[in-house]
């Protein structure tokens, strides 16, 4: 895979950052962009680095050298092989894939007291937003979220986008913040496993494509330090995006996830209430189903809050469901709910399901352990070839005879 010249064009209305590459994937060379409102033509940055963070992890899924024409940022350019061999030990799957390119002149970047935030709607983008709107740590204010189309589903698959963004619109006003809405076309052509393996490098990269117009810029934290896990985007991977034009933050892993609902339940309920979006089978619309995983998972903490009756992106109330959706939901979720049940104890049937579920999936757990390090694992092709076999001479001995008329027909 080869980077090999990035140009800014400016149009009537928009700004777009584009990338002129090639994949031994696909026959002849293709444009790779980010597009933004003509407003922020000054913020976009013509660098490489953008397209070398979108383009390290799908290089490793397509098993193919990645190298950079246009010079790179040498902090960067440092850290490409460190990512890469991050995701290699996690996802093995993805190559070990070789990186060719150079390091470029750093030339001087005043600051511009500025900071940006992503924001989908969701409980760990309320919180980095809402914190940091409350003072935070970053080294500039906040004063920007950034909504993209084409990021968290690919342009040809999402559905009432254009509702999302308005919604997201409507959150940046009230919060006193400007809402940046993008585009970019990389989920198009790149088809790594967006939560497991490109979520964080992808965001980088439309963070690096901003590079001019902030100082850091916040990837909102899925986990909390105590429960990471090796998905696309982690602390361990994301700011080693970093620039020297630009620090990218990985913001939120000191509380899990039910104690984030809690503390932007706090800082604004009415605001979060009326527009807190989490669903993962949305299309990218501006619609919670209440009935997927990362739906349920909400909606636990909002029900030990008192508040799920309120959440007016949460119409259906029912919980019928909730046990079977808990039985497929990442296990540190299940777990931090559980915990946050026993905190507020405000719902004991609700926690004894949590219980239940925990305690059923742990045993399973330990069985598949027991298993897995059991001797007669050994035994189980042999076992599972042996009943094949019986069952081939079972099926033999149920053919149906020859008829007697056939017999005598033989016999004479």
């Not at 709107?133 to 979220?145: K, Q, S, Y």
């Not at 980088?204 to 934290?221: K, Q, R, T, Y």
């Amino acid at each position: 895979m080869r980077l090999h010249s990035v140009s800014v064009r400016v149009g009537a209305e928009t700004v777009r950052l584009v990338a002129e590459a090639e994949s031994d994937q696909r026959s002849g060379r293709f444009e790779l962009y980010f597009e933004y409102p003509i407003e922020y033509e000054q913020f976009v940055s013509a660098s490489a680095d953008t397209f070398a963070a979108a383009m390290l992890v799908p290089a490793m899924f397509q098993n193919e050298r990645l190298q950079i024409d246009p010079p790179l940022s040498p902090s960067l350019l440092f850290n490409l092989p460190r990512l890469r061999d991050i995701f290699h030990a996690w996802h093995p799957n993805l190559s070990r894939c070789e990186i060719q390119a150079t390091a470029g002149p750093v030339a001087a970047k005043p600051p511009t007291n500025r900071a940006a935030t992503f924001f989908s709607g969701g409980v760990d983008s309320f919180y980095t937003l809402l914190k940091h709107r409350r003072g935070g740590e970053l080294t500039a204010p906040l004063t920007h979220i950034i909504f993209m189309r084409g990021i968290e589903k690919p342009l040809d698959f999402g559905r009432d986008v254009e509702a999302s963004q308005r919604r997201a619109e409507r959150i940046a006003a009230a919060a006193g913040v400007r809402c940046i809405t993008g585009e970019s076309n990389i989920r198009t052509y790149f088809e790594p496993d967006w939560r497991r393996q490109y979520s964080g490098s992808a965001l980088a990269a439309c963070a690096l494509s901003l590079a001019n117009g902030f100082d850091s810029v916040c990837i909102p934290a899925s986990y909390s330090y105590r429960d990471l896990v090796t998905i696309g985007t982690t602390p361990l991977t994301d700011e080693r995006f970093s620039t020297e034009y630009l620090q990218i933050v990985h913001d939120g892993s000191e509380l899990p996830r039910s104690e984030k609902t809690a503390r932007i339940i706090e800082w604004d309920r009415d605001l979060v209430l009326a527009h807190l979006r989490v669903c993962v089978l949305n299309y990218g619309g501006d619609y919670n189903c209440c009935k997927c995983w990362k739906c349920v998972r909400t909606a636990i903490p909002l029900g030990y809050l008192g508040v799920l009756d309120a959440a007016q992106t949460f119409p259906d109330k029912t919980t019928d469901h909730w046990e079977a959706v808990l039985e497929a939901d990442s296990m540190q979720c299940v777990e931090d709910n559980l915990r946050f049940g026993r905190t507020h104890n405000t719902k004991p049937e609700l926690t004894a399901l949590l219980e239940t579920v925990v305690r059923r999936r742990h045993f399973r757990q330990g069985l598949r352990t027991a298993f897995e390090n059991s001797p007669i694992r050994s035994l189980v092709p042999a076992l599972l070839s042996a009943r094949q076999r019986v069952r081939r001479l079972a099926g033999l001995a149920r053919k149906p005879a020859l008829p007697p008329e056939s017999n005598a027909a033989v016999r004479s």
